[in-house]
Each structure stands twice: as structure tokens, then as C-alpha cells.
């Protein structure tokens, strides 16, 4: 699994993101819960969403993660609000229907083919309320950016673990096959003679190729976002969110 082996460095890393929890809190206000958090990680958003009075169902397949979730759901004693399940987001395999379905930070990018992406959406179709909602962030793919990539590994910053006092030092190497629109991915964390790596791809997918996968999974009243304010999206916007419903 993608994030398995640098599970324990995930909050220093990609767990510090926080500018998109006020989104989610607005939409699980206007569409009420139960909520369902695809690819839940550290639970880093289905926390503040429980600590707002929702009750979260979270699903991911790595056991490291949900480890580590479990962990942050106890410390912040949250356990009775949070359920955490082991299992595929393509085939979520629950019962009962939601208010929010949503899929954070790059999530829907680990899905590499159109079966598969198609295959996840109807699953997840089938779980919303009449009048729930999907929501779906991911990067908005710039062309320019992509083409400026280099595979060698290249230092990124430095990571400090505030709890210890540790640094750890980051390297990443990144690699886009535009032809087929993946992005290859190599990361290296190291600290005091220790090496940690990951090495994943991910899909790169644009806005009308979202909102046809969107519309032949049957979802309705299609919106798209350019950022976390949710201005109007435009094809230079930072990220790509769209918001969905089955009505």
C-alpha cells in the first residue's frame, strides 16, 4: 500500500493540510450526517468533523493508517463518533445511506484506470441519501508544471516532529507519462541513519474527464471548485472539487 511504510511520518507530511476542513464542515452542515470519509488515513479530517457533533464512518485499506487513526480517535476520545472500517473505497461493502460522501485531499487519484474510477463512483452513488452529496478534491493538473518534472531524486524541506525534536529530511522525484496521464511518485524520508521510501502513481485527471466520469455514473447537478473558498473553478485554479447529488 501506497503509504504503509511511512505511516508514522504521515501527520508531519501530508497530515498537516488544514485549509480544507472549514469545506467539508459547511457541507456536512447543509446536508447533516451520518458522513462517510473514503481514504479516512489519520483521520485527520472525520476528527474536527466528529468534534462539530457528526458521526463519521471512515474506510481505508491500509492498516498502518487506521492504526494511526484509531490512535487520534482514542487520545481525542472520539471513539463513539468515529467507525472505522478496513476496506477497498472501490467496494465499501456498507449498508445504510449517508447526508456527505466525500473523498479528500488526492484520494480519487490513487484510481488509475476508468473502470476502476467508474466502479468506485457508482458504489459510492448508491450510498448517498436523495439529497446527499459527494464531494471530490484533487489536484487541477497544470501542463507546464507537469512537463518541468525531473526523476531524480531532488531534497524537498526538512520535517520537524514538534513532540521530539526530530528532523527528518525529505527528498522526492517526480514523473509525468502525459500520453497516458499518470504521475510517478518516489519519496525518500531520511533521519539519523534511517531511510524511509514510498513509491506510487497517481492519475492525473482534468475537469471535463471528471464530469463525464461523474455524469455516466449518474450523478446530478454537477459543480466544480477551483479552491477551498470555493471560487468558481477556471483551468489555472489550484485544485479541481466537485460536488455532486443523486436528486
Not at 507530511?13 to 473514503?38: H, Q, V, W
Not at 470555493?230 to 483551468?235: E, G, M, R, S
Request: net charge negative; with cysteine; aromatic share 10%.
Amino acid at each position: 500500500m501506497t503509504f504503509d511504510s511511512i505511516a508514522h511520518l504521515y501527520d508531519l507530511d501530508d497530515g498537516r493540510l488544514s485549509e480544507d476542513i472549514p469545506l467539508y464542515l459547511g457541507f456536512a452542515a447543509k446536508t447533516g450526517g451520518p458522513l462517510l470519509d473514503l481514504g479516512i488515513g489519520s483521520a485527520r479530517l472525520a476528527l474536527p468533523l466528529a468534534r462539530a457533533g457528526f458521526s463519521v464512518t471512515g474506510i481505508d485499506l491500509s492498516a498502518p493508517m487506521l492504526a494511526l487513526a484509531r490512535e487520534h480517535i482514542m487520545r481525542a476520545r472520539l471513539d463513539t463518533a468515529i467507525h472505522l472500517v478496513q476496506a477497498d473505497f472501490r467496494a465499501p461493502g456498507l449498508s445504510g445511506t449517508f447526508g456527505l460522501v466525500y473523498c479528500g485531499y488526492n484520494a480519487f487519484l490513487h484510481l488509475i484506470d476508468e473502470a476502476e474510477q467508474l466502479q468506485a463512483l457508482r458504489a459510492w452513488r448508491a450510498l448517498l441519501k436523495p439529497t446527499g452529496l459527494l464531494v471530490i478534491d484533487v489536484e487541477n493538473p497544470q501542463l507546464e508544471t507537469l512537463a518541468a518534472l525531473s526523476d531524480e531524486l531532488t531534497f524537498e524541506e526538512t520535517l520537524v516532529d514538534d513532540a521530539t525534536g526530530a528532523k527528518i529530511e525529505k527528498q522526492i522525484a517526480a514523473w509525468a507519462d502525459l500520453a497516458d496521464q499518470v504521475l510517478y511518485l518516489h519519496r525518500v524520508y531520511q533521519m539519523n541513519g534511517q531511510t524511509w521510501q514510498t513509491h506510487f502513481q497517481v492519475r492525473l485527471l482534468f475537469q471535463r474527464e471528471l464530469a463525464l466520469l461523474l455524469h455516466c455514473a449518474g450523478y446530478t447537478q454537477l459543480r466544480f471548485y477551483g479552491d477551498y473558498e470555493l471560487d468558481p473553478w477556471h483551468p489555472q485554479s489550484s485544485r479541481l472539487i466537485a460536488v455532486a447529488g443523486v436528486g
